[in-house]
């Protein structure tokens, strides 16, 4: 039996990243970027004005004020999307609109709220500093630019920039496909006549809810019974996959198959169990360049050894960098215990009191209770050494999701 850190070293050592893929950029979004991405021109590509108003010469307005208004003729409208072919000349104004190329022979744009029109003169009563409301060419992105890197994943600014970049396709690191399979006969699916003795085969979704939630594709092979054969099928068909997710059968009684099976089909198996609770009985081989997880059939068991080892090479796969999900540190606000020996995972519930993080388990912390990792964000994360825990001592806090920080509407807080 192996500790958790040793089981991630060797899980994560043999999880090749996958090739890259071009996509359209909205088909992108929350994907892992797989090209360096440099600005062709300058955004913005010219000097425009920042503010519908008038562009003008800075000597024409210096010492314009309420009082003294500089009086300037206006010689062309200039709307956003067209640009003014003639050269602005001292004691001229064009009209301009946010976004306009800025003419030749302007240094100025004056707001128009601080001016007056009347027939083709406008009044300006303010002496705008010169260079004010002017955007000039490269103020956001410069040419030659390194905008987007390799392994930055693509948020929405991010498909935003490329769209001003017209890059309408990009290179982003493939999705993985994730074979799962559910083994047993006392499992019957969704949709099956719930009858005594049987029981719906609930990782079969939790474990493909969980493979989407980490951006793969999950690949639904169904039930597996517990004979020898039909083991061997789901796991010869689950080979199109890049990787493969058993739960339930690689425990040690009669019927747990899993790990023969393995054998046959020549997996090079790494380990068999993992130091921890929930989840010991937990298999990782490689057959045929696939990772396999052979994972424990306890509905919270499965899903937490899918939260410490799967996810993250799943993330790996698809050339994300950080691949855990966040650690911090949190008061305890209960006394635990445990033995000694293994790393307890214990489902619990995060909150904010005075500017910390507050934790508390969610009740009974049995590997079959799902409800548990229903009220779960987070996992307390007690280490092997240790066997007692006070009321009010820091421990470890590993966030399944950070929904608690999110303040309320006040109608329904």
Not at 29 to 58: C, F, K, Q, T
Not at 201 to 206: D, E, M, Q, R, V
């Amino acid at each position: 039996m192996i500790s958790v850190e040793e089981a991630t070293e060797i899980i994560l050592k043999s999880i090749p990243v996958l090739g890259v893929e071009k996509v359209d950029i909205l088909n992108a979004l929350e994907r892992v970027l797989g090209e360096e991405v440099y600005a062709p021109y300058h955004i913005p590509p010219w000097d425009n004005s920042a503010m519908d108003g008038y562009a003008v010469i800075h000597r024409d307005i210096a010492h314009a004020s309420p009082s003294t208004p500089a009086i300037l003729k206006v010689v062309e409208d200039l709307p956003a999307g067209y640009t003014s072919h003639r050269a602005l000349k001292q004691g001229e104004a064009i009209r301009i609109m946010t976004g306009a190329p800025l003419p030749k022979g302007c240094d100025t744009v004056v707001m128009v709220e601080d001016t007056e029109t009347g027939g083709n003169q406008v009044k300006i009563f303010k002496s705008t500093p010169q260079g004010e409301h002017i955007r000039k060419a490269g103020e956001d992105v410069q040419q030659g630019t390194l905008v987007l890197s390799s392994g930055t994943i693509i948020h929405a600014a991010g498909v935003g920039m490329l769209a001003s970049l017209k890059r309408s396709f990009i290179s982003v690191y493939q999705r993985p496909t994730v074979a799962v399979i559910s083994t047993g006969d006392e499992l019957i699916d969704v949709d099956g006549i719930l009858t005594e003795g049987k029981i719906v085969s609930s990782n079969t979704y939790s474990l493909a809810s969980l493979v989407k939630e980490a951006g793969a594709i999950p690949l639904l092979l169904g039930i597996a019974r517990d004979r020898a054969e039909n083991l061997k099928e789901k796991f010869k068909a689950a080979l199109s996959a890049d990787m493969i997710i058993s739960s339930g059968g690689v425990s040690v009684g009669d019927y747990d198959l899993v790990k023969d099976i393995l054998k046959e089909l020549g997996a090079d198996m790494k380990f068999w169990k993992v130091a921890m609770r929930p989840g010991q009985p937990l298999a990782f081989g490689v057959i045929e360049g696939k990772p396999t997880f052979g994972l424990p059939g306890n509905p919270v068991s499965c899903m937490i050894s899918f939260e410490q080892f799967v996810r993250p090479s799943i993330l790996k796969a698809s050339g994300h960098r950080r691949l855990f999900r966040p650690l911090v540190e949190a008061e305890l606000k209960e006394p635990l215990n445990k033995k000694e020996g293994r790393t307890y995972f214990l489902r619990c519930l995060v909150t904010v009191e005075e500017g910390r993080y507050v934790v508390t388990t969610t009740g009974e912390q049995g590997s079959g209770i799902l409800m548990s990792m229903v009220r779960a964000n987070g996992l307390i994360i007690l280490p092997e050494e240790r066997t007692t825990f006070k009321a009010g001592e820091m421990v470890k806090v590993q966030l399944l999701n950070r929904d608690f920080e999110v303040q309320e509407y006040p109608e329904y807080s």
